[in-house]
């Protein structure tokens, strides 16, 4: 157990996932502040908004109309941060130059996704019930699916899905172009994280490089699991967390949210599945509705501490849809919660240096 001499001077938390330290400066937590503040979001909003480009039975940006779709909507994105068909670019790396060295560059591909999280308008993830996020949890199993490589070792688990949903340039559901590397799943919820609509909505972005947190995760994990003799770094950091009873923001039989030992944000949650699995592939029908109930009680909880519609950014970290069979053994599933708040609904913590 760490000392308690840790609660108020300065020191430095080991970050295990990424192989890197966090500076901890808790008697700052003192300090008054006359710095800048946020406005606290209490907007109300409608159910529909005939100007929302979300809601049910209403135009989109390209012209595509949406569905009176009655739990998720899922489309591909209008305006997708990667894409499928792009003009070709080879990096010339042969010269040996300075420009091969430090002005690198390589093509990226894929395509992205919106989900709505329900047709109304104002209901967030911290207003749904854990039955109604559970439409939710199982689209992004059917698209993940939809996605995975037929030489994974997941795809002998994965059940029978349909085709990826619509795009904008067709009329009909058509599969994707390539084989992609991975699938990031996640939302930005709020104003103040960047959110340019405020019906509740998520991404999916597949694309054929892994991203970058992602990376340093996996090599730590694929590091961990070899040198601990093949038990799982996240197992094990749950099974920790559990018994202290320290940093416990919820649980359930299958999962457990954490605030972790080297959170960076100070309400950062990490939401862990108590045993091994390495996608939401693995997970049963008894499973997905416990992430469900974990999903709606994280998200409760932060607009509860404040009153407010707590923002944050949540990305769901699982296995690559296309890797070796190490990477895909190694991987864990878990979620990261990142708030931007610092001491109140106001107040916003910033990363610097």
Known sequence: MPDSILDDISHRRYNPLRGSWVLVSPHRTKRPWQGQQEAASKITLPDHDPSC??????????????????????????????????????????????????????????????????????????????????????????????????TSPLAAVAPPTTLPPQSHESSSAIKPNAQYRYMQIFENKGAAMGCSNPHPHGQIWTTTSLPEELSLELEQLKKYRREQGGVHMLEDYAKLESEKKERVVFENEGFLAVCPWWATWPFEVMVLSRKHKRALVDFSDHERQQLAEMLAEVTRRYDNLFETQFPYSMGIHQAPLDGTNTEIEASHFHIHFYPPLLRSATVRKFLVG
Do not use: M
């Open 53 to 150: 480009y979300l809601c049910p039975g209403n135009k989109r940006a390209q012209g595509d109309t949406n569905p009176q779709y009655d739990n998720t909507f899922v489309f591909v994105n209008d305006y997708s941060a990667v894409k499928e068909e792009q003009a070709e670019y080879h990096p010339n790396d042969s010269d040996g130059g300075l420009d091969s060295l430090l002005l690198r560059a390589e093509p990226v591909t894929g395509r992205c996704y919106v989900i709505t999280f329900s047709p109304s308008h104002n209901l967030t993830l911290a207003d749904l019930s854990p039955a109604q996020i559970l439409p939710i949890v199982e689209t992004w199993t059917k698209l993940y699916t939809a996605h995975l490589s037929p």
